[in-house]
């Protein structure tokens, strides 16, 4: 079966380096996909402008007054509602950080230079970074160490690996587990995000790097637009990902990058 960015077929889990053990001998659908970065509008680029510059003042300014009106003693009924509107601000935030962020890797591509970049901090970084969301859900979060190397760009693979750490965390229930990590796989490194989740079925797999596909359709808590953004960054890079996934039971997004000389 064969897809636009590239192949999808079926294939085992595993349990590396202490993953999350999926059942046993599960059959998983996985899919290798290239991004190729697409010439954007004027509207585009308007947009761009827009979400970056007119909107943020605004939110800024009702951050302000949130702040304000937080001042003092408040009853508990005023709490309740001061941190559900502190909720929809920071809602907003991430919501306009993703807009920001696709609008801008959707313009052609520059050529993009590839330095080594140390993977390590780069994997603590991701992690650290939704850290406070993981504990809420009281999902376990565990970074493998690593003094792996890789050729890439560390703007590019950092806002790659965010995103899968989000989107591990957003869709793993309580309880669950996410590991990140990386391996040695021949001239390349393989680095790995493993989550106990719910899952990708397999008339998903070619969709869901496309602009807002949501995962669970349900979920209104973001514009979908994460794994648009990974694809867009990963083909800037020249990199390749893989995602293995088995309904309910958990999914593994795992980029290859060549080792640095």
């Avoid at 999926?22 to 059959?27: A, D, E, G």
């Avoid at 290239?34 to 939110?59: G, M, N, T, Y």
């Avoid at 565990?142 to 190397?149: G, M």
């Avoid at 807002?212 to 808590?221: E, G, I, N, Q, S």
């Amino acid at each position: 079966m064969r897809e636009t960015h590239g192949h999808v077929k079926a294939t085992e889990g595993s349990a590396a380096f202490g993953t999350p053990r999926m059942p046993t001998r599960p059959m998983t659908w996985s899919m290798t996909a290239k991004a190729k970065p697409h010439k954007p509008s004027e509207f585009e680029s308007v947009l761009l402008a827009i979400a970056a510059h007119d909107l943020r003042q605004p939110l800024q300014v009702i951050q302000l007054a949130h702040d304000f009106l937080g001042r003092g003693d408040r009853t508990t009924s005023e709490l309740c509602q001061l941190q559900s509107g502190q909720a929809a601000i920071d809602r907003l935030k991430n919501q306009l950080d993703e807009l920001v962020a696709a609008l801008q890797l959707s313009e052609p591509a520059k050529r993009v230079k590839l330095t080594p970049v140390r993977v390590g901090p780069l994997l603590q970084q991701a992690t650290y970074a939704k850290k406070v969301a993981a504990l809420t859900k009281r999902v376990s979060v565990r970074t493998v160490p690593t003094s792996a190397t890789i050729n890439s760009n560390a703007l590019l693979l950092g806002t790659v690996l965010r995103n899968l750490v989000s989107n591990a965390v957003k869709y793993t229930q309580p309880g669950g587990r996410i590991l990140v990590g990386c391996r040695h796989t021949g001239r390349s490194i393989r680095i790995d995000v493993y989550d106990t989740g719910i899952g990708i079925a397999g008339d998903q797999m070619p969709l869901m790097f496309d602009a807002f596909t949501r995962l669970d359709p349900t979920r209104r808590d973001s514009l979908g637009i994460g794994l648009f953004i990974v694809r867009q960054a990963i083909g800037i890079l020249g990199h390749r990902i893989d995602v293995s996934s088995t309904p309910c039971r958990g999914s593994r997004f795992s980029i290859f990058a060549s080792r640095a000389k």
